[in-house]
């Protein structure tokens, strides 16, 4: 088994470095984000240390990694080999995915060049994959994230500390995974700790709102435990908090075009999103989709669903954003998706409610199958200050919620896993050749 996956990894690896060559033949100039990340890139390579230029938004640790790879193994500064950049975070993406799932999974990982089938498909995710060919920072962040977990899980606190330290560096929400990765980590120990701990935290399918607010009394009991292995994280906490006041904000450069807002329908597309990319997950369960299907309808016969779905009219109405860069950018899937369903008519934003609660319950009951209640919160919860604050409609936004949110479910078949692979797979070369070889005049290259 291990060779096999073994061979299936460096296959993976040489797939990436066909595509990366192709992006590099075919897409000659930086393009979209690229003009602003590749001159900074190239003024750090001269050593020219206070050149910043302030459009950029967020910090300097994609610029740093590439020059760090410039002297260490001699690398070139130039637009092909500053791709290669986040193409290499792409080959370190399955063995850390690898000891995510295995935490998730509760067995032991295998040696580090053999990442599991498994981890292969997921590392092939469409949002990662595809950036992982320009200069953009969406994969060395995703990186940078994961080993912050994963170090965290595994108890290695300071160095977990260390790498959210190095997280921020590629964007400064990451912070907010900071607390996740120590979250995750006291949670599972707690949870299978010999012995009683003074946290409840029930099996989250069999809990109801008044496990919820016992969980919320009894966490101040639980400090005292918790407390020792958070300092590393407060430190983080801490550092961070400097920067803000240092900085007069968490944006860098640019303010204007990315002042933090009340997005709560971020929400909603975000789990329409995770489900449309990731149904393979959600329905290749044990019992399958009936089995999925059915508790989804049970879980939804309820007066709580239309007070629900009040709230969510509400929200829709209130608090939806109509971004100038989402109405303008006509190189973007987004852009033909807001304009040729969203604001078809008026009322099109509402009828997605019910199918937006369907695949919030769908996930809740495949990622809590296996986990307390607190443990199948944590990530909402956090999800919330990452999303909520964001006005524009972006899928980038997406990546690293739903790694998290995928990693949870447990019990993917082996069917599942194959059909997963086949769909990133099918989105994937219709992306990348729509990118490559479909540009229009006059428009230019269509993208994620």
């Known amino acids: 088994m291990s060779s096999d996956t073994r061979i299936l990894y460096l296959a993976y690896c040489g ?49 740093l ?35 995510l799932l295995a ?10 060049l053999t990442p ?62 900071v607390l996740y990765a120590y979250a995750a980590s006291q949670l599972m120990r707690l949870r299978f700790k010999r012995g009683d701990t003074v946290l409840h935290d029930p099996p989250a399918l069999t809990a109801g709102p008044g496990d919820f607010l016992r969980s919320i009394t009894s966490a101040p009991k639980a400090l005292p435990e918790l407390f020792p292995a958070f300092v590393p994280y407060a430190l983080v906490l801490a550092l961070f908090g400097g920067f803000v006041i240092w900085n007069g904000g968490i944006v860098l450069g640019d303010k204007s075009n990315h ?51 009040g709230f969510m009219a509400f929200t829709i109405q209130r608090f939806t954003i109509h971004h100038p860069f989402l109405l303008s950018d006509n190189r973007h899937y987004t852009f033909y998706i807001w304009r040729r369903v969203f604001m078809l008519h008026a009322a099109v934003p509402y009828l997605f409610i019910p199918g937006y609660q369907a695949c919030a319950w769908a996930w809740w009951i495949r990622v809590a199958l296996d986990q307390s209640l607190l443990q199948t919160l944590i990530l909402p919860v956090l999800i919330l200050p990452t999303l909520l604050p964001t006005p524009l409609l972006e899928p980038r936004y997406f990546l690293l919620p739903y790694i998290l949110l995928r990693a949870q479910a447990v019990d993917v078949q082996p069917y599942g896993v194959f059909i997963e692979g086949i769909w990133y797979s099918a989105i994937n070369m219709a992306t990348i050749n729509m990118f490559l070889y479909k540009e229009r005049v006059g428009v230019g290259r269509f993208m994620w």
């Open 15 to 63: 797939v990436a470095v066909a595509v990366l060559k192709e992006f590099n033949a075919v897409v000659t100039e930086p393009y979209m984000d690229e003009p602003f990340h590749v001159p900074q890139a190239l003024a750090y390579c001269r050593g020219e240390w206070s050149t910043w230029d302030p459009k950029i938004t967020t910090p300097p640790g994609l610029y």
């Open 65 to 99: 990694l590439s020059v760090f790879l410039h002297w260490i193994f001699m690398f070139k500064c130039n637009l092909a080999l500053l791709r290669l950049t986040t193409t290499l975070t792409l080959f370190a993406l399955p063995p850390v995915l690898t000891r």
């Open 103 to 112: 935490f998730h999974q509760r067995r032991r990982p295998p040696p580090i």
């Open 116 to 177: 599991s089938i498994e981890a292969l498909v997921l590392s092939t995710f469409p949002i990662a994959w595809f950036f992982g060919f320009l200069y953009y920072t969406e994969v060395p962040s995703l990186i940078s994230v994961l080993c912050t977990v994963v170090a965290a899980t595994q108890n290695k606190h300071w160095l977990a500390g260390l790498l959210g330290i190095g997280s921020c560096f590629f964007r400064q929400n990451n912070v907010i995974w």
């Open 259 to 309: 002042v933090p807002s009340f997005h709560v329908p971020q929400l909603y597309y975000f789990i329409g999103f995770a489900t449309i990319l990731g149904w393979p997950a959600v329905v290749c369960g044990e019992g399958g989709p009936w089995k999925v299907a059915t508790e989804v309808i049970s879980r939804m016969r309820t007066v709580m669903t239309a007070v629900i779905s």
